[in-house]
């Protein structure tokens, strides 16, 4: 990892042991050929929990054997929107078999609708999306939203699909204050990325000051959405503390308590080994 002139690394901002990345592609090419130090930097700034997010049952089959001796990391595992038009009956399935058989899959996801890219249409989204919810609910687990530019369709088909008061976080959080609300409303959590501390977010700064700190968490998404000051480099969960530090700030927290309650939450939400 760079540095330059005046940016502090994230061993110089570490917060107490505690915190957790709720969010991370750590199998994808990126970080999976330095793992160990990837991970090595994350224990150091205090990160102690990590989901990590599988992105379909091959992806899982392939990278498992990555996190064989990592004991603090726990699985999500479902069909990103991208790639809905390759969730049919057999995968789904599969996805099931594996989730009932390994308790280090938490949770099933990221799952939701993608408008923005409409990489498989709108209707094989919206297929993919119920078959996942399905599956969550035949597996008493977890679900992991990703929306953009669908925030009320996602919304509308969770409410038709009985999801009020289950277990569900909404990942990579980025829509507005109403949607916002609708989501606390029904009982459910908030992910904040490093988008945070972008100087321009000031939307998403005043947002997080209505989430009630009991019902949010933190996440990398990494390798990608770097925080400043590592904004357009790769991210990773060390980096996960300039996040952290941004949300306390914009709560008008005191950072460690900010870290370990959102560590805690994530923990507590998951079923995850503190």
């Given at each position: 990892m ?7 690394t994230?061993?110089?901002?570490a917060?107490?042991?505690?915190g ?7 199998d994808?090419?990126?970080?999976a050929g330095?793992?160990d130090?990837?991970l090595d930097?994350?224990e150091?700034c205090?990160v ?8 379909g049952p091959?992806?899982y ?6 996190f064989?001796?990592?004991?603090e ?5 479902g069909?990103?929107?991208?790639e809905a038009s ?5 995968t789904?399935?599969h996805?099931?078999s594996l ?5 280090r ?6 799952t ?5 890219y ?5 209707q094989?989204q919206r297929?993919a999306?119920?078959?996942q919810?399905e ?5 008493d687990?977890?679900?992991?939203i ?10 509308e ?7 009020k008061g289950r ?5 990579c959080?980025?829509?507005d204050?109403?949607?916002a609300?609708e989501?606390?409303d029904h009982?459910w959590?908030i992910?904040?990325p490093?988008?945070i ?11 997080l000051r209505e ?7 933190l996440e ?6 770097a925080?400043e000051?590592y904004?357009g ?6 980096l996960?503390?300039f996040t ?5 700030r914009?709560k ?18 998951f079923?995850a080994k503190?």
């Open positions: 760079g540095k330059k002139k005046n940016r502090p994230p061993q110089e901002i917060l107490p042991p505690g957790a990345d709720s969010h991370a592609h750590l994808f090419e990126a970080l330095n793992l130090q990837v930097r994350a150091k205090g102690s929990t990590l989901g990590q997010v599988f992105l091959d992806a089959l392939k990278g498992r054997e990555l064989s001796s990592r004991p990391i726990f699985y999500i595992l069909v990103h929107p991208h390759t969730l049919d009956t057999e789904s399935a996805i099931y989730a009932r058989d390994d308790e899959i938490k949770a099933v996801g990221e939701g609708l993608d408008f923005f409409n990489k498989s249409s709108p094989e297929q999306f119920k078959t919810l599956l969550t609910r035949d597996l687990l977890p679900v992991v990703h929306s953009r530019d669908a925030a009320g369709e996602t919304l088909i969770l409410k038709q699909m009985g999801f277990k569900v976080l909404w990942h959080f980025g829509q204050l109403e949607t609300l989501i606390l009982g959590f992910s904040i490093g988008s501390t972008f100087a321009r977010n000031t939307r998403l700064r005043e947002i989430i009630p700190v009991d019902r949010l968490m990398t998404d990494c390798p990608f959405i925080p000051p904004r480099k790769q991210n990773e969960p060390a996960l503390v952290a530090m941004e949300a306390a914009s008008g927290m005191d950072a460690e308590e900010l870290w370990t309650t959102c560590g805690d939450n994530c923990r507590s939400f079923g503190s």
